[in-house]
């Protein structure tokens, strides 16, 4: 069976790695336009069972070419090409998941879902860690009651060793990161649908050690179409991004000051961007070359069930992998669109069509993946008022 990787970074890389593993029959192509450079994890396959071809995501003919004779392709390019990627995928007949994280381009890709299904193959897009992985665990609070008031999703990339002032390190794209902390937020509010301001309603959470207190306030992307989905149906539903504590209140004075604007200034005769003038001057600064960060996620579901107050908590640690050097935020994000693209393959998908994680993906089959690639995942259950 060939699975197809479009992107040879850090996801990408990190999805292979999982294929390679754990489909000891499985071929994997990586495609990309620098394939020079791949994860040392991957260097025991290459030649044998890992193969890759230079492809550029702007060249159809060429990514065409790639995805021929793949049965599932996993796209860890920019979001920005999902849409066209997905379409190139349901032409050669292979089933198709990403990495997502924008759901204006979701819903593109939701008109193909006749075409899909037609064609007997599984488009799944936004499989990452968040939207992603906390989407499918919050689905599977909602359907362990028979009612749901509230779900309240938390995630946070965060270093082991924070250093001051912002207590963090590059887990992903910056850029990414920083457009999140400037755009709104999508929530349930009273069961409608409405938007907060990013790095808002700051509010603090204690977790076991050695992670310990962290801060936690709204960001954008994280609910994916969860509040389009459960709108009228479930009272409240917010997505929060996790630090230590401090790092909102830095950032909200550097978004004040106009750092995080991404609209080009004049500069003595030159035109600057700031938001990227700020990447350039801190990414030296939040690099760590050991990569040791660690992966937090919390999720929880309260209503009713057998007409008692009921609370679902599912809680998710992971850390950086020393002996394969993949980070906790790769192996979150890049072993669940592996895990993802092999449901796809083996035809574990609840039907062909286009849908989201929440929607198509089983949620203790999902689960039992995780905890065999030793991603720590913790169910529990109280009672509990659903507010």
């Known amino acids: 069976m060939k699975f197809l990787v479009l992107g040879a970074g850090t996801q990408g890389s990190a999805a292979?790695?999982?294929?390679?593993?754990?489909?000891?029959?499985?071929?994997?192509?990586?495609?990309?336009?620098r394939t020079d450079a791949l994860h040392p994890a991957l260097r025991p396959w290459l030649g044998n069972r890992l193969t890759?071809?230079?492809?550029?995501?702007?060249?159809?003919?060429?990514i065409a070419a790639a995805m021929d004779g793949a049965a599932a392709v996993l796209c860890a390019f920019p979001y920005y090409f999902n849409h066209d990627?997905?379409?190139?995928?349901?032409?050669?007949?292979?089933?198709f998941t990403d990495l997502g994280g924008n759901t204006a381009i979701v819903e593109r890709q939701r008109e193909l879902d006749g075409s899909a299904r037609e064609a007997g193959l599984s488009i799944v897009p936004d499989v990452g860690l968040a939207p992603g992985m906390v989407n499918i665990l919050a689905q599977g609070g909602i359907d362990r009651l028979d009612a749901t008031d509230s779900v309240r999703l938390w995630v946070g990339g965060l270093p082991q060793h924070p250093r001051p002032p912002l207590n963090y390190q590059i887990v992903y794209s910056l850029e990414g990161m920083l457009d999140y902390y400037v755009t709104p937020a999508e929530i349930l509010k009273d069961g409608r649908r409405t938007t907060v301001e990013a790095l808002s309603e700051l509010e603090t959470l204690d977790f076991p050690d050695p992670v310990g207190r962290l801060e936690a306030f709204h960001t954008g992307g994280g609910t994916s179409s969860l509040p389009a989905r459960y709108e009228g149906r479930v009272r409240s539903l917010e997505y929060k991004t996790l630090r230590y504590p401090g790092h909102a209140h830095i950032m909200r004075a550097i978004r004040a000051l106009g750092l995080l604007s991404d609209t080009e200034v004049d500069h003595r005769g030159a035109q600057v961007n700031p938001r990227r003038f700020f990447i350039q001057q801190?990414?030296?600064?939040?690099t760590n070359e050991d990569g040791d960060d660690l992966v937090v996620a919390r999720v929880e579901a309260a209503g009713e069930r057998g007409g008692r107050p009921v609370?679902?908590?599912?809680?998710?640690?992971?850390?950086h992998d020393s002996a394969t050097g993949i980070t906790a935020m790769a192996?979150?994000?890049?072993?669940?669109?592996?895990?993802?693209?092999?449901m796809q393959a083996r035809g574990e998908v609840a039907a062909p069509g286009v849908g989201t994680p929440d929607e198509v993906i089983p949620p203790d089959a999902f689960v039992a993946e995780l905890r065999r690639r030793n991603i720590r995942v913790d169910v529990s259950e109280s009672d509990g008022d659903a507010g």
């Open 311 to 319: 609370r679902i908590r599912y809680d998710v640690i992971d850390y």
């Open 85 to 95: 990627m997905t379409r190139l995928a349901l032409d050669a007949g292979a089933h």
């Open 331 to 342: 192996r979150t994000t890049g072993f669940s669109l592996a895990i993802v693209a092999r």
């Open 282 to 286: 801190v990414t030296p600064l939040l």
């Open 16 to 33: 292979a790695f999982d294929l390679l593993r754990r489909d000891q029959d499985s071929e994997v192509v990586i495609a990309d336009l």
């Open 52 to 62: 890759t071809v230079r492809a550029n995501a702007t060249c159809e003919w060429e």
